[in-house]
């Protein structure tokens, strides 16, 4: 563990370093300058410290008692009063890993008027919701909420804290992790326990050749996020649990260094992982007018074409468009792939859609050990004849009204 030291004799309280702090975590008490626990060890104080008043001295690690540690914590996000979807995704992923275990699951959400979705939380299995309701928390900002998660944490010592790597998560989880003197293994596409009850956190590494298996065996809680699609939703029970715990944060930790000034509405462009039905182009095509295939059948079915990565390398599909590993994360209710093997970095980025249909001419294809349907057979003949037959049914239709 490290921490900020000062110098009391060298520090002729200026002010500079207070003014600096992102965190709000220096202040004068007594005339003298304190460091408040909330300190991240950033070093910005360091640099703007004309006296060398300050540093930052290392400390070996100290023997951690893991014993005290235990559970898991899921960070909720929320967006225009809506829970985002990768906080059931984390949450079914906690409860998988807790049992077996004595390890319970608890959620933490922060923002302004959440009560509805506090209640709504209750639907989900997990021991309790700590809920910080406060104005402060109308918009993101990473300083209070970060206070929030030391709180929170000081409180039940979870061994696991898991948030989704979203713009949110990417943004918090590094500062909460920095200010517990911890570590984060960010983007986890799969977590496992072990038998010492460690936290194997899965990520691909070096460009996805390699699949990291990372364990933070020394420091508490364990930090990972969590790439949003890749893991089962938690099911909602049929009657909500009395688990809400309504939490205060000390006023002075409501206190940001972050002003907002404005709020805009980003411009979205739907793009494949928002698509319901998504039709999937692969190496099987042998030339790039042969597509048409896949884009007559994706109109037919009002889904969007995708393809994997072969096509992409040979420029027949723009980046937009690819899944996988260096792709996107899809989760459709039904995903159609033609002409594609299943390599582990295709799979990866849409193993978990509702329902996957494949067409492959190859029986023994990887692609068929996770495809709820499976069809062998070739593209060029299968293809044409499914669109011909969408067509009819389309007429019948169209004649019936
Ligand atoms: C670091 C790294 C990251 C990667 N990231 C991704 C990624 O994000 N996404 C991705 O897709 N790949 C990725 N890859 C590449 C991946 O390893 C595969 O090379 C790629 O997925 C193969 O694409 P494919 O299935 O279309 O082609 P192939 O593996 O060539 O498969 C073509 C399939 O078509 C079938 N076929 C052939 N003719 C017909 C026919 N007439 N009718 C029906 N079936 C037919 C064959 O049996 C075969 O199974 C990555 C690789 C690396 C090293």
Redesign the pocket.
Known sequence: MSELQINDEKCVLCRACISACPFGALEVVDKKLVVEDNCSLCGVCLNTCQFNALCIEKQENGLLDKNKWSDILVFVEHNEGKIQPVTYELIGKALKLIEGTSYKVYCLIVGYKITELAKELSYYNVEKNFIYDHKAFKNYREDIFCNVFQDCINVLMPAIVLIGGTDVGKSIAPAVATSFHSGLTADCTELILNEKLELVQIR?A????VMAQIVTPNHRPQFATVRPSIMEEANRIKSPRNNIVNCKLDEKKLVSQIEVLKEKQMETKEGIQDAKILIV??????RKEDLWMVEELAMLLNGQVA???????KGWMPYER???????TVKPEAII??????????M??MKTSKTIIA????SD???FSIAHQSIA??????LPKLIHQLKEIDKLANNKN
Do not use: M, W
């Open positions: 691909p070096f460009g996805g050749n182009a692969g190496q099987g095509f042998k393809s994997s990565r072969a096509l992409v390398e690819q899944i996988g590993l260096s792709g996107k792939t033609c002409g594609v093997s299943g390599s582990v970095q295709f990866t980025g067409i492959n001419i190859d294809s990887p692609i057979g070739d593209i060029y003949e299968i």
